[in-house]
């Protein structure tokens, strides 16, 4: 058990690495980063604020994750972000109880999902084409929905689910860290994770093997409509109204951003949930980096863009393999270490 | 002593609105970008309101985003042979063909909250309003409200780019230039979104000590000053006591903000463009006064002693 | 017939990929005014040959001389203007263009930089009036039939090269007049002194148009001969692998079939419209059918309808009397079938994933996600089997990619071993595996035979599929047209099968 723990760290080495280095430049900019209170019963902070700003990007690439090991990609999770959350915002305002709305919000992002899935895996559409549909319709539902308007309401408990905080962690941190969580052990605890990783890398032969990839796609698109779901509902209760226009707008991206800084290949394949969580706290924390230095907004998508280059280009094979060239001994101590350690 | 610095073009409007009640009976089009925000939807229902309020008959039409829709639109007014045309053009480019057909056809055209790039010999007048008039209203505000006391203000920035933002911000400290007592110490763009606005608020109290350092916040529209007052809320702080909101745009939330003591002040953008155009257009009519190339809407400051209550509900039956 | 002189020579060509050898010193010889048909079966080499002669494609070693100069084709460009031109199958040209920009695309002939679209056209007509072609030539060029379309290519290949054409499956997908319009021009370009290198896996179109034939095995050149005194048999034989090691000989003990047995798996008029004619078989507990054909002859079609792959829209599948639907790969699976594809790499492996999940793979799909194989279960699976079977890998974790085709077909077999299989189809479960692999698989099927189960191999390797298999279904032309059983289940006997479906057994020199 120590020893896959100590692999599973060795994999994530570049990404915590890379948060340890975000984290640290964010102090150096900002007086007072680590520091963490306990104040109106939760812990307050620019760190907690980093783990609750990350967290529908952090959502978002729990299913991203699974739809991109199965080599697909889905487009539409912030459009159906803007869906779900103008759903669920109408209904809590139109007098519904919290139970009803959260099942019928959850609801339709399974159904934006299993419509995606559908497309991909029953009419084999290539994902970014059939997902591009939503992506662009989506939007369009969501301000039907809300008539043009931002939709508030006033129902405390839906929006405790946005700003409410529950042993003293804001509620959207519990709610991903739950998430991640509850994912992760159920593709890992069970087969899914053989079988979409197989689908992934060859879909042919997985299903002459006897992978029910049909169905495994459409399970894998639905979990992402279902994250996008939980998404759209925080953001939502966050600022206590739907803005159709602008909830979740290009989130898709950064969720794709994550997912792939988080190590997972967009052919498919090997992936990691963890490390898309903690790619999206790398994302949050160059956001909140930026907003916290005082540099003018002129200058934020220029740092964002150039961090993320830097991040990227580490982590590339070819640097990798150049820096076993440069170092070979470095590569070769942690090895001797662990042997020793088994 | 509300409206404490009206604008010359506001004082013109006022004398126009004396003279109104006189073109019953005249048939304008309405050429409407869409509805893709809420104002838009605001400034939809008052230019149907103004027109029945004076008896002209309005033929409405929606553009859905699409400049050629507008064109389309307008030449079906020509050839239906309107009085007179509204036009909210979606782009300020491409006009001067359809423009010149209607000037041929004798057929006034006054634009609505946007200006466009041709000469102004093709249409009569432009009703819009002064967006760096409007931040200078703001700013002007907080002058007062602050008087000598020192005062770190915090900014709320628009989309990076866009007119509102840059003409906003130039007004704000346009009015605050020869005030050194205030000073603006932080300056983030919020993309006009609630969302944005709650998570730039919450970086600039954490990095303005706790919020203690911070004296007023000035937000270029509305939706990130509710965004904000909810981080401040959620910071331990009050809004509208420890640090004083003012924002632009005068949309229903805001207004209930305010009422809860919440938000200090807003400056309107007014949905009501059609009412100075028709009453240009009346004037035009009886006796062939030619209006100014450019009239400007007024930039109205409401505060929470303006019954915020009261304008809330207004507001909210105009779509919002 | 006089012998003229060599135009084309390629001497000793090699060429491997990823340290596979697709080609081994692989001589070529075309003649001025010959048609040359190059055949063998699939991974036999054909077409890594042609796209090294066209410049597609550099070779490892090697000479290419054209007219006895030495040429070296960087690209197909190159290799056209030094007078070598090809036609693919699928004509790659411009449907929406017309027939003349077709023709003369990026050689339109101008003035004063304009395209003289007159001119253009009364040179193309002239072109084509020499094939025997009256047709519009500012009509789109999508508006023609393939066969024209195909004629228009060949006209445009060769007035850009002009020495040597090469056409690669130029019929596949023409009817029978159409083809003979092919052949006419084929001739008409023969007799211009061309010398035309015709791929094909019809074999009567090798006998009526080709002069000389050379087949390819494995990357190796087999034989080259003219096709004057040649008889079917002969080049199917060729073609057909017929050489086996004394190892393999030794490897294989001589199957007894079980002839007592009843069949565990019985198909009756199971077929599926344009893909192979209903058939009847029939496959025992304990024993080895064989299949065999030449390319195209249905072979994999069969595989794939008994695996539902492609299910049968004709005739019952029966298991142990019972009536089993097989409409789909799972389907199958569930029945007990296990299916290891010819195309290995498409088809079989997983290629970024371990030895050990590839080798778990169909037993986990078999048990559904929620039951899942624990990771020591994985681990012993895994290692049973790559002890087993001797795969070698650096170690159970290696990716699959990197394991030789003989361990990754080995894995393969471990995958469907691990799911106790009651029918086992193999599609070439020896095509490109090295010496040693291939005597431990066919150990290995006899093995499997031995301990009851039931198999269905289908082989090019006819030496290979007697020791095994105790009868042999011979197909042809996507018809299963002969059962050989008992005494006639011979190398021998299933060349005389396959030669007499393909009509006369020998041809007369012309």
Redesign the interface.
């Known amino acids: 058990m120590s020893a896959r723990l100590v692999d599973a760290l060795k994999r994530l080495a570049p990404q915590l690495i890379a948060l340890a280095v975000i984290l640290a430049l964010n102090a150096a900019v900002s007086r007072g980063f680590f520091d963490i209170q306990f104040q109106n019963g939760r812990l307050y902070g620019s760190l907690i604020d980093v783990l609750n700003r990350g967290a529908p990007v952090a959502i978002l690439s729990i299913g991203m994750t699974l739809v991109i090991a199965t080599r697909g990609i889905d487009l539409s999770v912030g459009a159906v972000m803007a869906i779900c959350g103008a759903v669920g915002a109408s209904l809590i305002a139109g007098g519904y109880s919290l139970p009803a709305t959260l099942a019928a919000t959850i609801g339709i992002g399974l159904i934006c999902g299993l419509w995606n899935g559908a497309l991909v895996a029953l009419l084999d559409i290539q994902p970014i084409i059939a997902t591009l549909i939503l992506m662009v319709a989506g939007r369009g539902i969501a301000q039907l929905v809300t008539e043009g308007v931002i939709l508030t309401f006033n129902d405390a408990s839906f929006i405790f689910i946005g700003s409410g905080a529950a042993l003293g962690l804001p509620m959207p941190v519990l709610i991903w860290v739950a998430l991640g969580i509850v994912v992760a052990l159920l593709v890992r605890s069970t087969a899914l994770g053989l079988l979409i990783e197989a689908v992934g890398v060859n879909r042919r032969a997985s299903s002459l093997a006897g992978v029910d990839s049909r169905s495994l796609l459409l399970a894998v698109y639905a979990t992402s409509g279902l994250c996008a779901a939980v998404a759209g509902i925080i953001a939502a209760a966050d600022i206590k109204g739907a803005d159709a226009n602008n909830a979740g707008l290009w989130l898709e991206l950064d969720a794709i951003l994550a997912v792939v800084i988080g190590g997972t290949s967009l052919l498919g394949g090997r992936f990691s949930i963890i490390g898309s969580l903690i790619g999206a706290m790398i994302i949050q924390s160059v956001n909140t980096g930026i907003l916290l230095s005082g540099f003018p907004p002129e200058f934020n998508l220029i740092i964002k863009a150039a961090i993320i280059v830097v991040i990227l280009v580490v982590q590339s094979p070819a640097s990798r393999s150049l820096w076993t060239f440069v170092r070979p001994e470095r590569r070769r101590e942690p090895r001797q270490v662990e042997r020793v350690a088994r | 002593m509300k409206n404490w610095k009206l604008s010359a073009g506001a004082a013109l409007i006022a004398s126009l609105v004396a003279t109104s009640a006189m073109a019953a009976g005249m048939t304008v089009g309405f050429s409407q970008i869409g509805s893709e925000s809420g104002w838009r939807a605001a400034e939809t229902s008052v230019t149907k309101q103004e027109a029945e309020k004076r008896g002209v008959d309005l033929k409405f039409a929606d553009a859905q985003q699409k400049q050629e829709n507008q064109i389309k639109a307008i030449r079906s007014f020509i050839a239906q042979g309107v009085d007179a045309i509204l036009l909210a053009p979606v782009v300020a480019t491409g006009w001067d063909q359809v423009l010149q057909e209607a000037k041929e056809a004798e057929i006034p055209v006054v634009l609505l909250d946007r200006q466009i790039d041709a000469p102004d010999s093709l249409y009569l007048t432009a009703v819009t309003s002064d967006q760096v008039h409007e931040g200078k209203v703001a700013g002007d505000w907080l002058v007062k409200e602050v008087g000598d006391k020192e005062c770190n203000v915090v900014e709320l920035q628009g989309t990076t780019g866009s007119s509102p933002a840059i003409n906003r911000k130039k007004g704000f400290e346009e009015a605050l230039a020869g005030h050194d007592n205030i000073k603006i110490t932080r300056s983030q763009t919020g993309d006009f979104t609630r969302t944005k606005g709650k998570e730039v608020m919450e970086s600039f109290i954490k990095a303005e000590g706790g919020g203690k350092n911070i004296c007023a916040l000035y937000a270029h529209n509305d939706d990130m000053a509710v965004g904000a007052i909810q981080a401040i809320k959620e910071a331990g702080l009050k809004p509208g006591t420890d640090i004083k909101v003012v924002s632009i745009d005068a949309v229903p939330d805001i207004f209930q903000a305010m009422a809860n003591g919440e938000a200090n002040a807003t400056v309107e953008l007014t949905p009501n463009m059609a009412g100075p155009a028709f009453d240009a257009l009346e004037k035009f009519k009886a006796d062939g006064t030619e209006p100014k190339k450019w009239i400007q809407t007024e930039s109205k400051l409401y505060t929470q002693s303006d019954d915020p209550m009261k304008v809330y509900e207004e507001k909210k039956g105009l779509g919002y | 017939m006089l012998q003229s002189s060599p135009v084309l020579q390629a001497r000793g060509i090699e060429k491997s990929f990823l340290g596979v050898r697709a080609l081994d010193r692989v001589d070529l010889t075309i003649r001025a005014g010959e048609v040359h048909a190059l055949l063998g079966e699939n991974g036999a080499g054909k077409s890594t040959l042609i796209k090294i002669i066209t410049g597609a494609y550099r070779r490892d070693a090697g000479d290419i001389l054209l007219d006895g100069e030495a040429i070296d084709p960087r690209d197909v460009k190159h290799a056209q203007a030094l007078g070598i031109g090809t036609v693919y199958q699928e004509v790659n040209l411009l449907p929406n263009l017309s027939v003349a920009e077709n023709l003369f695309l990026g050689r339109q002939p101008r003035r004063f930089g304009l395209v003289r679209t007159g001119e253009m056209h009364r040179r193309s007509r002239e072109l084509l009036a020499d094939y025997g072609l009256s047709i519009d030539v500012a009509a789109p060029l999508g508006s023609f039939s393939v066969a024209i379309r195909q004629i228009i290519a060949i006209a445009r290949a060769v007035d850009l090269s002009g020495k040597v054409l090469v056409l690669d499956e130029p019929t596949a997908s023409l009817d029978t007049a159409e083809v003979e319009m092919l052949f006419d021009v084929i001739r008409k370009l023969k007799s211009r002194g061309l010398g035309i290198v015709f791929i094909t896996h019809f074999l009567d179109q090798v006998f009526r148009v080709a002069d000389t034939v050379t087949v390819l095995r494995n990357g190796r050149l087999i034989d080259s001969r003219p096709v004057a005194g040649l008889t079917r048999r002969t080049v199917i034989s060729l073609m057909l692998g017929r050489e086996l090691a004394e190892e393999e000989r030794r490897a294989g003990t001589a199957a007894e079939p079980d002839a007592s047995a009843d069949a565990a798996f019985r198909f009756t008029g199971y077929g599926r419209r344009g893909r192979i004619a209903p058939f009847d078989l029939s496959v025992g507990r304990g024993e080895v059918v064989g299949i065999a054909g030449l390319l195209g002859s249905g072979r994999t079609e069969t595989a794939e309808l008994l695996?539902g792959?492609e299910p049968a829209d004709s005739g019952t599948a029966e298991i142990d009397g019972k009536p089993a639907a097989l409409t789909s790969?799972?389907a199958a699976?569930a029945a007990g079938f296990g299916?290891c594809?010819e195309d290995r790499k498409?088809?079989?492996?997983?290629?970024?994933?371990s030895v050990r999940?590839n080798i778990?793979?169909?037993l986990?799909?078999?048990?559904?996600?929620?039951?899942?194989?624990s990771r020591r279960e994985q681990v012993e699976l895994a290692d049973r089997y790559i002890k087993a079977l001797d795969i070698r890998t650096a170690s159970r974790e290696t990716p699959i990619k990197f394991l030789s085709g003989g361990n990754q077909q080995k894995a393969l077999l471990a995958?469907w071993l691990a799911t106790d299989p009651k029918l086992l189809i193999l599609d070439e479960p020896t095509r490109g595996i090295d010496v040693g692999a291939h005597a431990e698989i066919i150990r290995l099927i006899e093995t499997l035979r031995q301990d009851g189960m039931s198999l269905v191999v289908i082989s090019s390797e006819l030496e290979e599929l007697v020791v095994y298999a105790s009868r042999v279904a011979v197909l042809s032309d996507r018809v299963h047209v002969a059962e050989l059983t008992g005494e006639d289940v011979t190398p021998d006997g299933i060349l005389n099968a396959i030669a007499a479906a393909h009509g006369t057994a020998s041809v007369e020199a012309a």
Request: hydrophobic share 50%.
């Open positions: 695996f792959i790969p799972r699976i299916f594809p498409v088809d079989g492996i997983v290629d970024d994933l999940e778990a793979l169909a986990q799909a078999r048990r559904g996600w929620a039951k899942p194989l995958r």
